[in-house]
């Protein structure tokens, strides 16, 4: 597959496919997928990073998210 012309469905099964990505989860209501360890870090006060990436299921979706977020930090 030519990585130029991969649909986003294609991309994600391969990362898939290949375990460089998880199942679908919500962090909502799932929380974030984390490791034992990762857990015992938070516990002791440091800060874990568990690199998250949002799907968006529209250009629209995505503007309201990034207008929401910049405005969080203004």
């Not at 989860?25 to 974030?32: A, E, L, P, Q």
């Not at 874990?48 to 529209?58: E, F, G, K, N």
Request: net charge negative; glycine share 6%.
């Amino acid at each position: 597959m030519n990585k130029d012309t991969m649909t986003l469905d294609e991309w994600l099964d391969m990362g898939y496919e290949f375990g460089y990505c998880s199942d679908p989860f919500c962090s909502t209501h799932d929380g974030i997928p984390t490791t034992r360890v990762e857990d015992e870090e938070w516990e002791l006060g440091n800060d874990p990073c568990a690199h998250i990436v949002r799907l968006y299921d529209s250009i629209e979706l995505k503007h309201d998210v990034e207008v929401n977020i910049s405005d969080q930090f203004e």
